[in-house]
């Protein structure tokens, strides 16, 4: 089975353009999870979708992030407009159930603001 | 709020060592604990977890055991191999049972393991 996907790899765009980052869970996967480290810091919670709804989004930084997950599948997360704190490494998660908790991490996009 | 701390790395070892990383907690209630591995060019993925004290979680030759006396959750191995060389998260969530969604990570742990 295809695992959770991340696109793109790379982004380098400059402080106040926009940036939209696409995960595409393991199929059949209701719950999914994103999360970013910056530099220096630890990995830390965005936001969990069941479905299509946001259970918990108290991780989201500010108003300039805005995640969506139409349709219960792929999920997007946009940053708009981009400033330099923004820069890190964007994870996605998906799990089963909610019990379980992300199990799976795709590889992460990692976003450069100059 | 809550947090977790790891050993500091990288952690540079030879084939067939003992592996211990450290890791410690600050929670209330009764976190759910976990590690998680990041194998080079891949996403991370859960190795282990513990849902109660003094329960044991192993996998691949990993075990780490719940230590609420000491709020300790360490990564132990009696014999790393050279495909073992990742990074190493420990990480908990305090949801309360409701999602274990929402981690709290520590800040990884490089380990080299040397034919």
């Known amino acids: 089975e295809a695992g959770v996907t991340q696109f793109p790899s790379h982004s380098v765009i400059e402080k106040g353009q926009t940036v939209t980052l696409r995960c595409d869970p393991i199929?059949?996967?209701?719950?999914l999870y994103w999360y970013r480290r910056v530099m220096g810091k630890e990995i830390k919670f965005l936001l969990h979708?069941?479905?299509?709804?946001?259970?918990?989004e108290s991780g989201m930084p500010n108003n300039r992030f805005l995640a969506e997950r139409t349709g219960g599948t792929y999920s997007t997360l946009k940053v708009q407009p981009a400033e330099l704190e923004d820069s890190g490494v964007y994870f996605c998660?998906?799990?089963?159930?909610?019990?379980?908790?992300?199990?799976?991490f795709g590889p992460g996009t990692r976003l450069t603001v100059l | 709020g809550d947090s977790v701390t790891q050993m500091e790395g990288p952690v540079t070892l030879s084939e067939e060592a003992f592996l211990t990383i450290n890791c410690t907690y600050t929670?209330?209630?009764?976190?759910?604990l976990f590690w998680y591995v990041q194998y080079p060019g891949e996403g991370l993925q859960l190795l282990l977890k513990a849902t109660k004290a003094d329960d044991k979680g192993s996998n691949k030759g990993f075990e780490a055991t719940y230590r609420k006396e000491t709020t300790s959750f360490h990564l132990e191995k009696g014999s790393v191999q050279v495909s073992d060389s990742a990074v190493y998260f420990c990480a908990l969530s305090n949801a309360g049972g409701t999602s274990y969604g929402k981690l709290t990570f520590g800040q990884g742990t490089i380990l080299t393991v040397h034919p």
């Open positions: 998660a998906s799990s089963q159930t909610k019990g379980q908790g992300p199990r799976y």
């Open positions: 979708f069941v479905k299509e709804s946001k259970q918990d």
């Open positions: 199929s059949g996967h209701d719950n």
């Open positions: 929670a209330t209630g009764y976190p759910s």
